[in-house]
């Protein structure tokens, strides 16, 4: 059975490039602006990746005025994680980054087990499946944890 939406989630990964900011704008998408949705990295030195721009917008999730962050600067511009009620990491080192900040808050860390297409694929269109699987995978966990899209624009 689906839970409640929180009123806030921080989604992390490594570089805030690719599984996060999709996370976060898939997750707008699907369930509106209910719930306060942000996205960081451990690091904030890449810029958007442009094969999570193309299969976002397949789906109608704009990503493209996305800029990355990470928990440093989110830190250094007010962002307090304390105010988030839970933060989904999508990457080993950002669950470990997010465990370690977090620890003297009472606050839920989970860890979705997502794909990093970045390596994957010699040709385009096999990057572009790399990159659909991966956006598939942060769908289904957020279909099974806060149920069927309610589809919101």
Known sequence: MAEELPQSVLFCC????????????????FYGSDTYVQSVGVKGDMEID?????VCKEIGVELARHRTRSFD?????????????????????????ALELTRVFHLDVLYWPIMD???L???????????????DQIISHLKERWGEPRETE
Do not use: C
């Open 117 to 119: 297409p970045t390596g």
């Open 50 to 54: 442009g094969f999570s721009i193309t």
């Open 14 to 29: 490594d570089h805030n490039a690719v599984r996060s900011p999709m996370a976060e704008g898939i997750m707008k998408k």
């Open 73 to 97: 600067e989110m830190e250094q511009w007010g962002d307090d994680l304390s105010s988030f009620d839970l933060i989904v990491a999508l990457s080993p080192a950002s669950q470990r980054r």
């Open 121 to 135: 694929g010699e040709t385009r269109a096999a990057k572009m499946d790399a990159y659909r699987q991966t956006r």
